[in-house]
């Protein structure tokens, strides 16, 4: 089975701290991605990698890095937490030609 | 662009009843289509999901979804309803690069 971890289930932060969310799938795929999901809008793609050391901005990337230093491992990165950030953080994965993603279980964050 | 539209946000059906979730999409070409599940608090899971052949497709959990081309729809269905079945559900759409444009989501909540 395809298995898609994150770093934390929850996590709570204050305004200005940096924070990193991390991500680890263990089928080989290239293809890895961060959502953020807030009620009434959906999942929101902040950014994606297709590869080691490749990202590409989603539609929200405003406020968030990335790193992909292994094929196995993507982290989210809020250089300085603001409130407006407080929300649900998914992981996902999926093959350079498949649409199907595996996500992780999700990392609420909590910005105070 | 592509889009996914889920025009209910919230729908309550009674145990042992039917249930059909609503689904539109935009897409120009033959598309990809997706149906996932989101139990409280827990990461996504593939319900099923459309590629080509068949129109109707059956997935896990007792669910099918129908692809009509002619009315741009997916809409997922279930004969009979579970209290286990509430959670919230995402249509998606396979995009460039093994992308998901994602609808907003239906939250389905179970009547004993």
């Known amino acids: 089975d395809v298995k898609v971890t994150q770093s934390s289930r929850y996590l709570v932060k204050r305004t200005g701290e940096k924070v990193f969310l991390e991500c680890v799938q263990d089928m080989d795929h290239e293809n890895m991605f961060w959502y953020r999901q807030d009620p009434g809008l959906g999942l929101r793609l902040i950014y994606f990698s297709y590869d080691v050391k490749m990202k590409e901005k989603g539609d929200i990337p405003e406020g968030y890095s990335v790193s992909r230093e292994k094929k196995e491992r993507f982290s989210l990165i809020l250089e300085s937490a603001s409130t407006n950030q407080t929300s649900m953080y998914l992981c996902?994965?999926?093959?350079?030609?498949?649409?199907?993603?595996?996500f992780g279980p999700g990392t609420r964050l909590t910005v105070t | 662009a592509q889009s996914v539209t889920q025009p209910d946000i919230h729908i309550t059906v009674s145990e042992g009843a039917s249930l059909e979730l609503r689904c539109n999409y935009s897409y120009g070409a033959t598309p990809y289509l997706f149906w996932y599940v989101q139990s409280p608090g827990q990461g996504l899971q593939l319900l099923l999901k459309y590629f080509s052949g068949d129109t109707l497709v059956q997935g896990i959990k007792g669910f099918e979804a129908e692809f009509k081309r002619s009315q741009s729809s997916f809409n997922l269905r279930k004969p009979s309803v579970h209290w286990s079945d509430a959670a919230e559900y995402f249509c998606a759409v396979g995009a460039q690069g093994g992308k998901l444009i994602f609808g907003q989501g239906t939250e389905l909540s179970v009547k004993p």
């Open positions: 996902a994965s999926n093959l350079l030609r498949g649409y199907e993603q595996y």
